[in-house]
């Protein structure tokens, strides 16, 4: 009897998109055409059985779970937006305009590839080539963001010269891609014909980026880098409004619901990288108070609350979708994400302020026992004098430059706690040792003002410690905006889809707008500087989201409970993928 033999599986070259049946006891392979079959769809719900539309054009092969070659370049997503996010701290609105920018580079260049590889990637010599041009692109972007600043075009006019010639490479080998695919395809205008747009599309898209690289120089316009957000949403939206209106190429039976849905759960993981790295300084406190654990409890439920309420409501693979309806609820992802990365952002922040204030309560705390109990000057300077040796030696600091024997003195001199020259030494040993503390939390104060401070030598303690609350005015700012976003795309995502909606969705929709909302106006207080600086002293900003986010599922949970089922079932969604079968005509 003969045995077959054995052999390691060869990559081609190349491969075609195309679908392709091996009939039994043959080699040969034939093109696979769309044709009117019945598809037997088995959901918990029951069975459900649809028909599929004459297309009368060769059929790309269907995918619906992601390869481990995307996640991995996923992956790289999410280690650009950390390096970025660790190398530039938002501190001011510049940075906060640069962060927005970087973002949306990142992301669009991130949903280009994905739109391409969820239609026509087939694992092959040719793609895992491109596959790590395009990891290369995104290490690029690694490089460039350190030194990435729009806002001073004569500093770094050589940093967006050199993302533009990375944009332009990148849309290079996504050209290369889809010539491949049209090659496969030549016989068929139907497919052509989108794909053609496409490669349009990227190449205006490219030839734009080489212009902006001569454009940018030490003396060009600051707006110049306008150019590059006008081509990447220009792109996307050549890219997706061709594929509505040739749905040969569309995004039906791909896995394109998942790779979003897997950005966002990359997303959530890089939040819990961030909060745990917050943690981490933390606990270098040791004594841990309730205040302090609240925000630990909080901050780690508001991760898991926004999981449970996107991925209980995202689509999945078999749920019917118009095309308008899924490039929209795709595109959207766009502001949901960028709204969740800035949450997950300021909600490690407030971890680490809230402990910051809690070691500062100390500080003054002992200041106050000592002056009022004892109204002696010798006492609050020895009172002071202790205070500063456990924090100046827990932040680690360097003493020369947060030395305060000179006001000690000062203070042991005076005979009048409350009297000027003796006022004039505590604050300025309790603004050194806030600043000390804050120095060690990276509380400070942003860049340019720092920068600012140094040349017109107007930098001392009082002036750092002013700057520093500065900044987490707008992390309160952009905390609560970003929050209420996150919401309100969510609502949003879900009115994109599903197209039959029940009792339930428009109630959970309408709960997600209107605490979004709520939450974005809190923002609002800071139009009152007394009642920010409030609230900005208490610990009840990460608990109070944490709570509306408590409350949305909690909500949602009983919704689902309470109201009837809708007859004929509903729609997949969340974690019910179903099983499909194919029964022939």
Not at 118 to 129: A, C, N, P, T
Not at 571 to 577: F, K, L, N, S, Y
Request: with cysteine.
């Amino acid at each position: 009897m003969a045995h077959a033999k054995l052999r390691y599986r060869a990559l081609p070259l190349i491969a075609s998109p195309l679908e392709q049946h091996r009939h039994s006891g043959h080699h040969e392979h034939k093109i696979a055409e769309h044709e009117t079959e019945q598809t037997t769809v088995r959901k918990p719900e029951g069975v459900v059985t649809v028909y599929e539309e004459h297309q009368g054009t060769p059929a790309f092969r269907e995918r619906e779970e992601a390869s481990s070659i995307e996640l991995f370049y996923d992956l790289f997503f999410v280690a650009n937006l950390t390096s970025f996010t660790n190398t530039n701290p938002i501190d001011d609105k510049d940075t906060i305009s640069s962060y927005i920018g970087f973002f949306a580079i990142l992301w669009f260049t991130w949903l280009q590839v994905v739109v391409y590889d969820v239609r026509f990637g087939v694992d092959s010599l040719f793609e895992r080539f491109c596959k790590l041009l395009h990891f290369g692109v995104m290490v690029s972007f690694a490089i460039v963001g350190t030194k990435f600043s729009p806002s001073t075009p004569a500093e770094s006019y050589g940093t967006q010269r050199k993302l533009s010639m990375i944009l332009m490479v990148s849309r290079i080998v996504l050209i290369c891609q889809y010539t491949s695919v049209i090659y496969y395809v030549r016989k068929h205008k139907k497919l052509t014909t989108p794909l053609l747009i496409h490669v349009g599309a990227l190449s205006i898209g490219a030839i734009l980026c080489l212009g902006f690289f001569f454009n940018f120089t030490s003396t060009s316009s600051g707006k110049a880098y306008i150019g590059w957000y006008v081509v990447i949403v220009a792109e996307a939206l050549a890219v997706f409004l061709s594929s509505s209106q040739w749905s040969a190429v569309g995004f039906k039976h791909t896995n394109l619901n998942e790779r979003c849905g897997l950005l966002t759960l990359i997303i959530l993981g890089e939040g819990i990288i961030v909060l745990t790295k917050a943690m981490n300084v933390v606990t270098k406190g040791e004594n841990f108070t309730a205040a302090i654990v609240g925000q630990i409890i909080s901050a780690t439920l508001i991760i898991y609350l926004l999981y449970m309420l996107y991925f209980d409501r995202v689509p999945n693979a078999h749920t019917p979708l118009s095309p308008w309806l899924h490039h929209f609820w795709a595109l959207f992802h766009f502001p949901f994400h960028l709204a969740l990365v800035l949450f997950m952002e300021g909600t490690a922040r407030f971890v680490t302020w809230r402990n910051a204030l809690e070691i500062v309560d100390y500080i003054y705390d002992a200041w106050d026992y000592a002056i009022y109990m004892t109204n002696d000057t010798a006492v609050v300077a020895d009172a002071l004098s202790s205070v500063s040796d456990v924090v100046l030696d827990f932040s680690e600091a360097d003493m020369s430059k947060y030395n305060i024997t000179g006001y000690l003195d000062i203070l042991k001199n005076t005979t009048d706690p409350f009297s000027d020259d003796a006022l004039y030494a505590e604050d300025e040993i309790l603004f050194t040792l806030v600043n000390a503390v804050f120095k060690f939390f990276k509380i400070q104060a942003s860049k340019k003002e720092q920068k600012s401070a140094a040349a017109s030598g107007t930098k001392d303690a009082a002036t750092d410690l002013a700057n520093a609350f500065h900044v987490y005015d707008l992390v309160f700012t952009y905390f609560f905006v970003a929050a209420g976003v996150t919401l309100i795309t969510m609502a949003i995502l879900m009115v994109l889809s599903k197209k039959r909606k029940v009792l339930g969705d428009w109630l959970g929709i309408g709960l997600r707008l209107v605490m979004g909302i709520g939450i974005s106006l809190i923002a609002t207080v800071g139009m009152n500087l007394t009642a920010q600086q409030q609230f900005l002293s208490s610990p009840w900003m990460v608990p109070c989201v944490m709570i509306v986010l408590l409350v949305m599922v909690l909500a949602e949970g009983i919704l689902g409970w309470v109201l009837p089922a809708p007859a004929g079932g509903v729609e997949g969604e969340g974690h019910h993928h179903g099983l499909v079968e194919h029964a022939k005509a």
